[in-house]
């Protein structure tokens, strides 16, 4: 069975500090993507990375998927409270025809 | 593109009663996912579907649940009877063909609580 670790499980900073989210295997996954989930409402992708090393920004976001294709950073730069809320990772299976492995989540709190 | 829709948005109900979930998929999505999520489990998957046949279910939890997808715009997970552990929120997603490790479209969710 697959896992993914994140960490940590729950972080709370202020407006404007910096951030980083990690999510962890002793897996190797074909792609790792990452999921914002906000109360009341189902998670809502945010990237994939799918490349041993690669890096994607989204604005204030940068995600990195390790060289070894078992673990994956985000980093939030000058964060803002509508930043809030649970951030997922989800590994996919280095063998085909199976399904999405899915973190814990980090609860991510921005206080104004 | 409305979205997964799911309903009931919030079910409340009694030990041992029958509760019945239901999923619209996206148009066009042919992979159908229930999952359930909850603070000690985080987000499991329960079941899923491609082209309306049941793919994995080894996530189901027992036999008192079981889910149907009777045709590619409709599905419904049943719990039967409920248990007071049953409550958490239920998750339907959906895919593009043949992309079963997603990305995944989710609907807002049923929240079940079962006194």
């Known amino acids: 069975t697959q896992l993914l670790e994140q960490s940590p499980q729950f972080l709370s900073i202020q407006e404007g500090e910096n951030l980083t989210v990690y999510c962890n295997s002793s897996?190797?996954?074909?792609?790792l993507q990452w999921y914002r989930q906000e109360p009341g409402e189902g998670p809502v992708l945010l990237v994939t990375?799918?490349?041993?090393?690669e890096v994607k920004k989204l604005k204030r976001l940068t995600f990195q998927f390790g060289d070894a294709r078992k673990d994956s950073s985000l980093h939030i730069t000058a964060a803002q409270p509508g930043d809030t809320g649970l951030y997922l990772c989800?590994?996919?299976?280095?063998?085909?025809?199976?399904?999405?492995?899915f973190g814990e989540g980090t609860q991510l709190t921005v206080n104004p | 593109d409305a979205g997964v829709i799911q309903s009931p948005r919030h079910e409340v109900t009694e030990m041992g009663q029958e509760v019945t979930l239901r999923c619209k998929p996206i148009?066009?999505?042919?992979?159908l996912f229930w999952y359930r999520q909850t603070m000690m489990r985080g987000l499991e998957l329960l079941i899923y579907?491609?082209?309306?046949?049941?793919?994995?279910d080894s996530g189901m939890p027992e036999d008192r649940f079981s889910a149907k997808m009777p045709n590619a715009s409709f599905s419904t997970l049943k719990i039967q009877p409920s248990e007071p552990r049953d409550s958490a929120v239920y998750f339907c997603?959906?895919?593009?063909?043949?992309?079963?490790?997603?990305?995944?479209?989710f609907g807002n969710g049923t929240r079940l609580t079962v006194t």
């Open positions: 997603a959906s895919s593009f063909p043949l992309r079963d490790t997603g990305p995944l479209h």
């Open positions: 897996s190797v996954f074909s792609s």
């Open positions: 990375v799918v490349t041993g090393g």
């Open positions: 989800a590994g996919g299976p280095e063998t085909s025809g199976s399904r999405l492995t």
């Open positions: 148009s066009g999505h042919d992979y």
């Open positions: 579907f491609n082209n309306n046949v049941p793919i994995d």
